[in-house]
């Protein structure tokens, strides 16, 4: 199978696979609601006059159990309405709660305000759900909201956007932070984000553009490597190599630096030397190299073949202290680069 | 390993992981599809020489979740790669193999997950991204579990191997995942205190064919002590090189219900950052120290500021980063930003090399009309030194777009520059992006 042929197999499979198996997207805008709930409510009619067969729903389904009123039930309606009113249109709602009524109405008895706080009322667009806050009003689900443990009550947030609830503030410089916060919170951010997610920015070693390249729309959003980083990179590896590193490997900055001609490997020199004069007397690449190694390895990361070897193989090359933090026998056994200056 | 060898794997694993999806959609109770589909058209320079190239893109994920089966709880297939073609002169810069091959691609995701045993235990296996603790963020091909055990405690461990581009260049030099290597163990346990927060340790291995890449233990804690305020820390060892990579410990405080203070403290030696079986990895001892915070400030309802500085110490030197930000949402398809910054690095005594920083400004705003919607975007960098002979940066972005329906939206989108390796640079780029998210079954 060419690439080719893959790339066509992957559209057709996007376009046909989606709308073939019959799913529906999601309702992007419901029509306004049109039922007053608080005129029914005032008059004293009780929920289950509309809502008789939520006493024995044992999930949330998609017509809010809604059965009008007939027979003797219906006089309840006769006082203002002439006769009982076509039934609203259907609203279909977000589900994404796995919830029982049945089980739960013996413990209210049959009080649906003392959950239902809010009704919806005719022009709104979404239904008011309770809060959390009265899940938690009988229930302790603290260890399983420490623990980011949402399923199965919460059947799957990542179908809707949340936002941020106060324990994950994705606030002021969240770009840098939000790496500390994963280190011991990665199930929580899972709870929310799909990988598809992270990897857009995390997945260095395939991913093919800049996220700013991706979306030049998404302007308020802060993007690491926005804009013109090619001139701003060497400045910003000075200041944080370790940040580089988190992401990208040496082969990922030699790639680049040998094809744009500014490595000694490059197969088309381009200019002069990218050092300054004098680079190879050692007290300037020393210590240049001393001060910021990561970004020597930008180029100069070859292994037996790296130039460093050159010059550093009959010369002690390490830092201070290096003979106390390490035993040479066993680490030029268990480390194929020590063998290209140690003999085994 | 030939690049023959590595274009058959990719088409293989892309066959797979397509080919798995076919019989799970229908099984899925919800499905999100997201096709991207990019013609960039722009200038690119490549050792010296000026050429105009035009890659076309097809970036394609879809994920189904609770699929229905026997087994596993939760079961979700995740799927994200991508292939381009190159119209015109091969020059995309990461392509290995230039300029023979015209069209290429990737594969960023392809995983299963599921949990089982009354949902206490988590497994997921294929090409995924494995984070948390000392190990930071690995893209991995391989298996993580996750364990639930009682009391709040809890276990999760991986085993694989670092992901290489293309499949091409599986562990070592050539690989462009940082944790270059081709065999990669690792886990964390952790305690859940509730409500205070969570404890956990960890530890990492990762091997180059045989030899050392990166061998590390650490500790991180997340504390709420009280409501409004988070407290984070963590630290690695290097059990190689015996001393410590990197700590880090960062504060929030939710002074009020508009302003949120934070700051934090990092202590790194970046050498550590380099594999050990590295040849530089031997030279030196980099240790780094930054300390800094920030403020984030909404006084009303459309209006937020964000202010943050950082101050880095270095052996012989020091530098400084700052920014401050305001965003203005005048209404909800408007938005108004700007921001300056400052950065600098002063690190060489002599004051001539790797002693550069920039000022930066940026104004950027969005306007939605029903379903157009424009957006303008300026960069202006202005260097302390001279990069390639040139003082200034500039890049100026507009993109109009319009949502087609039935989750189909186009964007065209424009950028001009004039940098200091372009003396002028112009890109255009015309999207069609699918994103829409399949309810295939009522809920339970």
């Known amino acids: ?344 | 390993m030939s690049s023959n060898i590595g274009r058959r794997r990719l088409a293989l694993a892309l066959a797979a992981s397509l080919g798995s999806f076919v019989p799970v959609l229908g099984r899925a109770d919800t499905v999100d599809a997201s096709s991207t589909t990019l013609l960039i058209v722009r200038d690119h320079a490549r050792a010296g020489t000026l050429y105009t190239i035009a890659p076309l893109y097809e970036l394609l994920s879809v994920s189904a979740r609770n699929v229905q089966n026997p087994v596993a709880d939760g079961l979700q297939l995740v799927f994200s790669g991508w292939g381009a073609g190159s119209i015109g002169p091969n020059l995309v810069w990461y392509d290995t193999t230039p300029p023979q091959h015209r069209v290429f691609g990737d594969l960023d995701l392809a995983y299963v997950q599921g949990e089982l045993l009354a949902r206490t235990v988590q497994l997921r296996l294929g090409r995924q991204l494995v984070a948390g603790g000392v190990t930071g963020s690995l893209q991995l091909d391989g298996a993580n579990a996750l364990v639930r055990l009682p009391y709040g405690f809890g276990v999760s461990g991986f085993v694989g191997s670092p992901v290489s581009q293309r499949f091409e260049a599986s562990g070592s030099e050539t690989t462009f995942n940082p944790h270059r290597g081709n065999f990669a163990v690792g886990g964390r346990a952790y305690w859940t205190l509730v409500p205070w927060g969570e404890v956990g340790a960890s530890a990492v291995e990762i091997k180059d064919r045989g030899d050392p890449s990166r061998r590390q233990i650490g500790g991180d804690v997340r504390l709420t002590p009280w409501r409004p305020l988070t407290l984070l820390a963590s630290t690695s060892y290097d059990l190689y090189e015996h001393r410590w990579a990197e700590t880090n410990v960062l504060g929030q405080l939710q002074v009020l219900p508009k302003l949120l203070v934070s700051a934090d403290y990092r202590h790194v030696d970046p050498d550590l950052f380099l594999a050990r079986d590295s040849i530089l990895a031997v030279f030196t001892i980099d240790r780094r120290d930054e300390v800094g915070g920030g403020v984030q400030y909404g006084p009303w309802r459309a209006v937020t500021f964000l202010l943050d500085y950082h101050y880095l110490k270095e052996r012989d030197g020091k530098g400084h980063r700052a920014i401050a930000r305001t965003t203005w949402r005048p209404s909800g398809g408007t938005t108004l930003g700007a921001e300056i910054g400052f950065q600098s690095i002063y690190a060489n005594p002599s004051g001539a090399y790797l002693n550069n920083g920039y000022f930066h400004a940026r104004a950027f705003g969005s306007r939605r009309l029903g379903r157009l919607s424009g957006t303008l975007d300026v960069q202006e960098y202005a260097f302390q030194q001279q990069v390639n002979a040139q003082q200034n940066s500039f890049i100026g972005t507009a993109t109009v777009g319009y949502v087609l329906g039935c989750g189909l939206s186009a964007l065209l989108s424009g950028a001009g520059a004039s940098t200091p390796y372009y003396e002028r640079r112009f890109d255009l780029l015309a999207k069609l992006a699918y994103n829409q998210s399949y309810q295939l079954r009522e809920v339970r």
């Open chain 1, 1 to 344: 199978m060419t690439a080719r042929s893959l790339l066509l197999a992957a559209a057709a499979l996007a376009a046909g696979g989606c709308i073939a198996k019959g799913g529906r997207p999601e309702a992007a805008e419901n029509p306004p609601f049109t039922f007053p709930h608080s005129t029914h409510v005032e008059a004293g009619l009780s929920c289950a006059s509309c809502h008789a067969s939520i006493a024995q729903a044992t999930a949330v389904g998609p017509s809010v159990h809604v059965t009008l009123p007939a027979g003797d039930e219906a006089k309840a309606c006769l006082p203002c309405h002439e006769q009982v009113p076509a039934p609203p249109a259907r609203h279909r709602l977000e589900k994404t709660i796995t919830f029982s009524h049945a089980d739960h109405l013996p413990y209210v008895k049959g009080d649906c305000a003392r959950c239902h706080t809010a009704l919806v009322e005719p022009g709104q667009t979404k239904a008011p759900v309770p809060p959390m806050s009265t899940c938690t009003t009988c229930h302790n689900h603290a260890l399983d909201y420490a623990q980011a443990r949402c399923q199965p009550c919460h059947v799957d947030l990542k179908r809707y956007p949340l936002k941020p609830v106060a324990d994950f503030r994705h606030a002021v410089d969240f770009l840098r932070t939000h790496g500390e916060m994963a280190r011991s919170g990665v199930a929580t951010c899972a709870a929310c984000h799909e990988q598809t997610s992270c990897a857009e920015c995390h997945a260095g070693a395939t991913r093919p553009l800049k996220p700013d390249v991706e979306w030049p729309d998404k302007v308020a959003a802060s993007f690491i490597h926005r804009g013109d980083y090619v001139s701003r990179h060497t400045i910003d590896a000075s200041f944080d190599p370790a940040s580089c590193r988190r992401c990208h490997g040496t082969a990922y900055c030699d790639a680049c630096h040998n094809e744009q001609g500014v490595s000694q490997r490059s197969p088309v020199r381009i200019g002069s030397d990218p050092h300054p004069a004098g680079w190879n007397a050692g007290v300037v690449h020393g210590a240049a190299a001393r001060q910021n190694i990561v970004s020597c390895a930008g180029c100069h990361d070859q292994g037996a073949r790296s130039t460093c070897v050159t010059c550093h193989q009959n010369v002690d090359p390490h830092p201070p202290g290096w003979a106390q933090r390490h035993n040479k026998t066993t680490d030029v056994a268990g480390n194929s680069m020590c063998r290209i200056c140690h003999v085994q």
